[in-house]
């Protein structure tokens, strides 16, 4: 019966220590408004898949590994993305440094003009633009519809997913994402 005890309580101080699942079990409980849309899982791992860069040089999301990284998958002929465009910029502006970053993935045949062109309009100015011509590391992350934003880990695992725009800059996904980034 002790040893009953013993691995009750070793593997309660265990759950309750490990900062992943308390970060996500914090987040999970300040959804409200467009962050109930907002699923979160077990972590993930992302397929390694080569983006472009704005400048045609080679990239990845395994770059910005050490960091929470929420990547947001559009297209510049998408008006969910055009209204949420924004406020992930007003985000990463916020929030982002050494610890976080918003990371916006162009699929399919977005041209480099039309891009710079929309973010232009958009008003954005702070965000990190890759580009994922042939929708390769989209399909590879079963991105069906769009915009699709998916939250990284500092490990470079996926732990949460929102389909659909979202008001990113609002007072709930601050509160959300800081909670899961403690």
Known sequence: ????????????????????????????????????KLNF?????????????????PRSLSEFKGKWVLVNFWATWCPPCRKEMPSLGALQ????????EVVTVATGR???????????EAGVTHLTALRDPKSAL????????????VILNPEGQE????????????AEARAVLEALMR
């Not at 502006?93 to 976080?100: A, I, Y």
């Not at 732990?159 to 609002?170: K, S, Y």
């Open 93 to 100: 502006k916020d929030l982002g440094g050494d610890s976080f």
């Open 138 to 149: 989209a399909r590879e992350m079963a991105v069906a519809g769009l915009p699709v934003t």
């Open 1 to 36: 019966m002790l040893t009953f005890r013993a691995v009750v309580l070793y593997t309660a101080l265990a759950l309750g220590a490990n900062p992943a699942l308390a970060d996500v079990t914090a987040a999970d409980a300040l959804r409200a408004g467009d962050m109930k």
């Open 110 to 120: 977005n041209a480099v003009p039309a891009i710079e062109e929309f973010f232009a």
């Open 41 to 57: 899982a077990e972590a993930q791992p992302i397929p390694d898949i080569g983006l472009v860069g704005m400048d045609d040089a």
């Open 159 to 170: 732990v949460g997913r929102l389909i659909g725009d979202a008001d990113w800059a609002g």
